[in-house]
């Protein structure tokens, strides 16, 4: 008798197996060469901090797979955008539906202004991050001022956070997925950093931690002091404030 095989098994899926075994969708793909296809990103920071500039910077991070196709919805009137080639939207109910999407596209959305959404445009926003950036690759950028202005439900689903100097204490000590640790050290790492100076954190990448895109931030050089209370104390886990259940005031 055949010796059973052990292990998981790789099935075909027809939502995703068409674009998830393309190298740049891969988990290790790497900042450098642009974040991997169906990567869902926060860029956040406060007015005026190099937030467009920085998207600008993301996409040009990767030559040889470019975009096919990249939507903006962004208020009217604002020309920030005009420089790229792309279709700007003004309004939630203009986003095109699963079926109108070309599913052979690497194709990316871009939603500006998320610091006031209405509850329908939510449900919206909330489908273009869990299922069609899953199950068709659609990458997706979320632009926001405030970090605590993201509905709880669409920061949760990021994998990808970019951060501004200028927003980086309060958006840190909201990102669940790092350590508490890591959170310090960051924050000691950018103090002495520029207005338009940017912290990328990529969950799904072995080199997390980033400044500017492309420097890797070795987190074993960084040197804290924890302030007291913040760390495990007695072992006991001391849980933040700003990590309660309430979580953004």
Known sequence: MEKE??????FNNKDKSP???????????????????????CVCGVPSSGKTNTIFNILTRDPEHPFDKI????FEGSEEYDSLYC????????????????KTQKQLFIFEDLDEIPKQDKSI?????????SHIGLSVILVVQN?????I???????????????LNQA????REISKEDKLKLKEYMKDKGRFDFVSIDLCAVDKYRFNLDTIIDMSKIKIIAPEGYMKDNKKKVILESESEDDCP
């Open 172 to 175: 840190l000590d909201y990102v």
């Open 19 to 41: 674009w998830n075994t393309l190298e740049d969708s891969k988990a290790t793909y790497g900042i450098n060469r642009g974040f991997r296809r169906g990567s869902k990103i």
């Open 71 to 74: 939507w903006v919805l962004q």
């Open 5 to 10: 095989k052990k292990g998981i098994f790789v």
């Open 147 to 151: 970090f605590c202005s993201l509905p």
């Open 125 to 133: 926003l909330d489908r273009y991050m869990r299922f069609l950036s």
């Open 87 to 102: 279709d700007k939207i003004h309004k939630y109910e203009e986003l095109p539906t699963s079926n109108e999407i070309d």
């Open 153 to 167: 439900s669409l920061r949760r689903k990021c994998d990808v956070f970019v951060i501004s100097k200028t927003a």
